[in-house]
């Protein structure tokens, strides 16, 4: 009967959330979770907006040559990232340094991008738009384009109460978006809620205690990222020479500091690290398996790992991985591209 009582509470929660989503404020914060960084007081939340800002999010027309959109870097079913290259894929074939990261939790992100020089979420996507190797425009010619739209002119009206579009209210559109990506149903989730049908194989539970014993200091629980900036050891890439957080601060204490990624859905978003270089699960395992204690390019946390772990350690530790896998996130029609809106 507890258990009974237990699914119908959950499914209720989960058809509230889901209602939640459809009908008003899309954005939510899952029970027992720490209160988000993000500061709705300067952006409120709504329905229109969120519609509006996923439909900026798939439009190609705010890069330069029309060709590029937010999600061709961040497609949803990888976590809202890229799959298919190591690095960034820009307009006219430019390849940037680095990785792209997942589109995930970002209302609990204080800092972003791999090296954390943006803190502020309303401005995260300047980057992209004018980066000359991503969307390579400028936000005067964006703006300009939206404002000859009356498609958008429309649509900012009734999202924002002004048919006049500025840089602001694009910026609070695409993040009223992004801001909606929760992802909170994996079933490490269900498994902590008590949902029935959700508990650990004896596999994952060994793992989930290997990983609070060596990896929740960093990729801290229920977040799986801390917002803090480590070094993973990782050698520095002689060609794209990427010394991380050092080249916003110009400070040498931060040499080879990047910021500590989620490991949400981990088991999609691969290619892994900041500059992409590990394909596989394992790799990333058999790396932080085997870093040595004297390795200077390497964070404290990481110097007390008990290592190296032995083969069914590692099997263990991914198993548990993929249970933070969430599949009604990474499938949620409410986050696709919709093909009536433009």
């Not at 589109?103 to 000359?132: E, M, R, T, Y």
Request: one cysteine or more; charged letters at 25%; glycine letters at 4%.
């Amino acid at each position: 009967m507890k258990k009974i009582k237990l699914v119908l509470s959950v499914g209720i929660i989960l058809l509230f959330l889901s209602f939640n989503i459809k009908e008003g404020n899309p954005f939510y914060i899952p029970e027992n979770w720490p209160k988000p960084f993000y500061n709705f007081e300067d952006n409120q939340l709504t329905r229109d907006k969120f519609e509006l800002g996923r439909t900026l999010f798939y439009d190609e027309t705010l890069s330069r040559d029309s060709t590029i959109s937010c999600a061709s870097c961040h497609l949803q079913y990888s976590g809202f990232t890229h799959i298919d290259h190591a690095l960034s894929h820009g307009i006219d074939g430019e390849i940037g340094n680095r990785n792209s990261p997942v589109l995930i939790n970002l209302a609990w992100n204080s800092f972003f991008h791999w090296d954390g020089g943006v803190n502020n979420l309303d401005k995260q996507a300047i980057n992209p738009l004018i980066h000359p190797k991503e969307m390579g425009n400028n936000l005067p010619e964006v703006i300009r384009r939206l404002n000859n739209s009356k498609f958008y002119k429309k649509r900012f009206l009734s999202a924002f109460g002004d048919s006049v579009i500025s840089t602001s209210n694009l910026l609070h559109a695409l993040s009223n978006f992004t801001l909606a990506l929760v992802s909170a149903n994996s079933k490490y989730d269900l498994m902590k809620r008590g949902v029935a049908g959700s508990e650990f194989t004896d596999q994952e539970k060994s793992g989930y205690q290997l990983f609070l014993k060596n990896c929740n200091s960093c990729h801290t629980e229920p977040l799986f990222h801390s917002n803090a900036f480590k070094r993973n050891g990782l050698k520095i890439d002689e060609e794209l020479k990427d010394i991380g957080r050092m080249a916003i601060t110009q400070r040498k204490s931060d040499s080879m500091l990047f910021k500590v990624p989620t490991l949400r859905n981990i088991e999609f978003s691969f290619p892994y690290m900041h500059d992409g270089r590990f394909n596989k699960l394992k790799e990333v395992v058999d790396h932080y398996s085997s870093i040595p204690a004297h390795q200077l390019i390497v964070s404290k946390e990481l110097k007390k790992i008990k290592k190296p772990f032995t083969d069914q350690q590692k099997k263990d530790l991914i198993a548990f991985l993929k249970t933070l896998s969430d599949k009604q996130f990474l499938y949620n029609k409410d986050f696709m591209f919709q093909r009536n809106e433009r």
